[in-house]
């Protein structure tokens, strides 16, 4: 691209073999805006300056790279670039925004000042970094400036639980239901509750091998709450085929999903066993 101004660095090319790396990995710490465009495109030359002068002015908080649509086919059509300029922005891998064609200044602004962080994204962030005896108050300040942020809920959730505040834990998950992370700690939570001694442990295990229902699924928790989810899902799918232990250790088996994510192997090995048991 071209017509650099002087105030405004060039922004860096990015292909297919970098892409991965400079924009979907990149963009789990900071916002990355992508320019599809090409050598012969007139509206590409016209919008590089103006996005570089743009960029600029938020450099701390957003990222820029350029592709060239003619030496990364397989990226413009991955992500769908139907005419050029488009700008995509994209957030913790994905794309979050975006835009087609020549802009004016002031909505490339807009759209860009839309990425940047709020300032409870500034603040759950410091809080990241923060001595341990900074971190609650930094989170509380974020949530005061927006109750549902996700990573601030999850991260003081986290704290809550490790001093043994559930409770309260719990509440903050419940503003942001939607998210992943909270999800994952809403269900270690749950599965907390059951986390037994040893000797509970083994009298679980004589009760269930001699036929208590009630003690498999018990058990099958109890092996979940202790982290051991291997020996733990076969145990609540015996419980799933069982009608009187059916409901409760189904939604036992998708707090220990939950917990593992669904990128374990475990997870998906046992879905559809999951789905056998049920059907």
Request: glycine share 4%.
């Amino acid at each position: 691209m071209s017509d650099h101004t002087a105030s405004a660095p060039s922004i860096d090319d990015v292909d297919e073999s970098s892409f991965a790396t400079a924009v979907v990995e990149a963009s789990h710490t900071r916002p990355v805006v992508v320019d599809f465009w090409a050598a012969w495109c007139a509206p590409c030359r016209q919008l590089s300056p103006l996005l570089e002068r743009v960029a600029a002015r938020h450099a701390d908080d957003v990222a820029v790279v350029k592709v060239d649509v003619d030496a990364a086919p397989r990226l413009a059509a991955r992500y769908r670039v139907q005419g050029i300029p488009s700008v995509k922005a994209f957030r913790d891998g994905a794309v979050v925004a975006e835009f087609t064609g020549l802009q004016p200044e002031a909505a490339v602004e807009r759209f860009f000042a839309a990425l940047a962080p709020t300032p409870a994204d500034r603040l759950a962030a410091q809080a990241e970094t923060a001595p341990p005896t900074e971190q609650e108050a930094l989170l509380r300040a974020a949530l005061e400036e927006q109750p549902d942020h996700p990573a601030a809920c999850v991260a003081l959730a986290r704290l809550l639980r490790d001093r043994g505040d559930a409770d309260e834990a719990r509440r903050l998950l419940d503003r942001v239901p939607a998210d992943a992370a909270a999800r994952r700690l809403f269900a270690e939570l749950q599965l907390s509750v059951d986390a037994p001694t040893a000797a509970e442990l083994d009298d679980l295990r004589s009760h269930a091998a001699a036929g208590d229902g009630d003690a498999r699924l018990a058990l099958g928790r109890a092996l979940a709450a202790g982290g051991d989810a291997a020996a733990a899902l076969p145990v609540l799918i015996d419980a799933v085929r069982e009608p009187a232990t059916r409901d409760a250790a189904r939604a036992a088996v998708l707090e220990v999903f939950a917990v593992l994510g669904d990128d374990s192997d475990l997870v998906r090995a046992w879905r559809p066993r999951l789905a056998s048991a049920l059907f």
